[in-house]
């Protein structure tokens, strides 16, 4: 195996990070992508990193630490299936508080003992991952992991909730409509209403979503009903509730927030323009065609504070730890609406996120070891 995998005395031994990318998710090949970019900024000389990838029907794999194959080529993203050191090897971690064993198991073989592992960095995007499961499953464990707890998380990912979240401590939201699945199956005519109706308060073109997805994935922007059965099909494919949101003119704007010592600190931000060749920043325009954003964005000194001002504020009502991308709609009439937050944002090296920080003074090298470091010394449990 290409990975160090002894065990070693916890009294000899530099922190063990496990990096935990794929998983079930449509942001798979994404979330792996990431992956590659973590292992290759972590520092060698303070940490020992044991790669674990989740493969897309769920089998947890010890991979190749290698990140030179986790890159897009060729227009395509990998895959852990294609990084797996065994096709049918898989990985198990304690759920027992008291141990933090990793255990490597293959058919017909004895179980291998890993060592221990002194903390998480999931780098997962999506359901299956980002959503506050597998932050319930390091609780459990008594495991410190990188990021956002159980209900931050969950909360980040469910686009409904968090805008709930937002409306109750004051934060602005643009309209949107909820149809949630039971209520499409039961009576879809119902549903195809309130959305005509939306349209009739709002106009056209509206953004059909799947409420608890990320990457842009099943996204659609539709110009008339037309459009509308094939766009709610597609948003249903990666998640039965979906969002019905109405176009906010304006500019978008991003900003990172990041937990230091004193708490958080929101990054300088950044502006998404117009994607030439694509109707909105879309998942080809974000890390197939790397559309690129303006770094730090063109805003006023008091654009900026503002801006800055109300990341961390969504920060703190969504109750988040580590990291957050906050994003924003400024609005023709001088508005700042904010869209969502991404509790894992994209993290490659040519992300946004990583960006923001870089012009901000803080590396991705140092921006990965302050999140390493901000979660071995934070306790896992209520807080």
């Not at 990975?3 to 998710?25: E, I, L, N, W, Y």
């Not at 970019?37 to 630490?65: F, N």
């Not at 349209?199 to 509308?228: C, Q």
């Amino acid at each position: 195996m290409s990975s160090d995998t002894s065990p070693q005395s916890p009294g000899h031994r530099k922190p063990r990070v496990a990096v935990v990318f794929g998983g079930r998710s449509s942001e798979h090949g994404i979330s792996t992508v990431t992956a590659g970019a973590v292992l290759r900024a972590i520092d060698r000389t303070k940490y020992d990193v044991l790669p674990i990838g989740i493969t897309r029907d769920g089998r947890w794999a010890l991979t190749a630490d290698e990140p030179e194959r986790m890159e897009i080529t060729d227009r395509r993203v990998p895959s852990v299936e294609q990084l797996a050191e065994s096709s049918d090897g898989g990985v198990v971690l304690s759920v027992d508080p008291s141990s933090r064993e990793v255990v490597y198991t293959e058919p017909g073989a004895v179980p291998k003992a890993l060592g221990e592992v002194d903390v998480v960095f999931p780098v997962l995007h999506g359901p299956y991952g980002e959503d506050g499961t597998l932050q319930g499953l390091l609780e459990l464990s008594g495991t410190p992991y990188v990021g956002s707890g159980v209900l931050a998380s969950a909360v980040g990912q469910d686009k409904e909730y968090m805008k709930r979240v937002f409306t109750s401590f004051g934060l602005p939201v643009g309209p949107y409509v909820v149809i949630r699945a039971r209520e499409w199956e039961r009576d879809e005519a119902t549903a195809r209403k309130r959305i005509a109706e939306f349209a009739g308060e709002h106009g056209w073109p509206l953004f059909i979503k799947p409420a608890r997805a990320g990457s842009s994935m099943g996204i659609s922007k539709v110009d008339s009903f037309e459009g509308l059965d094939e766009a709610i099909e597609e948003a249903r494919r990666h998640d039965p509730k979906i969002l019905v949101e109405s176009l906010l003119r304006g500019r978008e704007i991003e900003c990172g927030v990041l937990e230091f010592d004193d708490g958080p600190r929101a990054s300088l931000p950044a502006e998404i323009p117009p994607v030439q060749a694509h109707d909105f920043y879309d998942f080809e325009a974000k890390y197939i065609d790397s559309a690129s954003g303006i770094v730090p964005a063109p805003l006023t000194d008091d654009e900026t504070a503002e801006v800055q001002a109300l990341a961390v504020a969504a920060f703190e009502a969504a109750s988040c730890e580590g990291l957050v991308r906050a994003d924003f709609f400024l609005t023709d009439d001088g508005q700042f609406v904010i869209n969502e937050i991404n509790t894992m944002p994209g993290f490659t090296p040519i992300s946004m996120y990583p960006r923001m920080w870089q012009e901000s003074g803080v590396s991705y090298p140092e921006l990965v070891d302050r999140l390493i470091q901000a979660a071995l010394n934070r306790s896992t449990g209520l807080r």
